[in-house]
């Protein structure tokens, strides 16, 4: 059993900035990519970042400059750093990973939002 838990979302001013984090924890032996995709009410899931297991990176237009992917292998954990927030960044932003003989599982999701 394998599950992803996150943590780290909230509410935050335009301009500011929030961390996400997600770890995996059960019966794994190999992660290969992990990312971060979000959901705004009433919209497809999108793609925000995604990071391979050899560190390689790849983020949506809309984030590029602005959101920082990370992961810590040791720790099985993978982070979204996030600034100059903007209202249209609000979303559910849920956690990915590809994980042993490449199976996908997702966190159950952390609300970001960014109001006045």
């Known amino acids: 059993q394998v599950q992803l838990v996150e943590s780290g979302g909230g509410l935050v001013q335009p301009g500011g900035s929030l961390r996400l984090s997600c770890a995996a924890s059960?019966?794994?032996?190999?992660?290969?990519?992990m990312g971060w995709y979000r959901q705004a009410p009433g919209k497809q899931r999108e793609l925000v970042a995604v990071?391979?297991?050899?560190?390689?990176?790849n983020y949506a237009d809309s984030v590029k400059g602005r959101f920082t992917i990370s992961r810590d292998n040791a720790k099985n954990t993978v982070y979204l750093q996030m600034h100059s927030l903007k209202p249209e960044d609000t979303a559910v932003y849920y956690c990915?990973?590809?994980?042993?003989?490449?199976?996908?599982?997702w966190g159950q999701g952390t609300q970001v939002t960014v109001s006045p």
């Open positions: 990071i391979s297991s050899g560190g390689s990176t």
């Open positions: 059960g019966s794994i032996f190999t992660i290969y990519a």
């Open positions: 990915y990973a590809n994980i042993n003989w490449h199976d996908d599982y």
